[in-house]
């Protein structure tokens, strides 16, 4: 039977590691933070052990991320992307307030010029 979803064990693999060091974790701080071993998370980053469900969701948790963005295949696994959907799930979490501070400065950043 062809099914229209599969599961991208590498693909998530990939998308763990590099979700993780643009959070600026180590492997042992998103394991202390998702409460499973340094060795458990080094081995589900390798694609050497088979991620369970609630420890993906865990990780979705803690790196702020939408769980599609590590588990659909159409989302590519670049580092830009995953850029991308870390933002948004921080952006995600904050007050309209918080929202309208990080736009101004954004857009304070975007004029800046450095004399040459």
Do not use: W
């Not at 993780?20 to 081995?43: C, F, M, P, W, Y």
């Amino acid at each position: 039977m062809d099914y229209r979803y599969k599961v991208d064990y590498p693909l998530i693999a990939k998308r763990i590691k590099t979700a993780r060091k643009l959070a600026g974790l180590t492997q042992e701080q998103l394991a202390e933070k998702i409460d499973i071993s340094t060795n458990a998370v080094a081995k589900l980053e390798n694609n050497l052990m088979t991620i369970s469900l609630q420890t993906l969701v865990n990780i979705a948790n803690v790196l702020h991320m939408d769980i599609n963005d590590l588990l659909c295949e159409e989302r590519p696994a670049e580092d830009e992307t995953s850029q991308d959907a870390f933002l948004s799930g921080l952006v995600h979490s904050l007050s309209p307030a918080e929202k309208a501070f990080v736009i101004h400065m954004i857009n304070g950043m975007k004029r800046y010029q450095p004399d040459e």
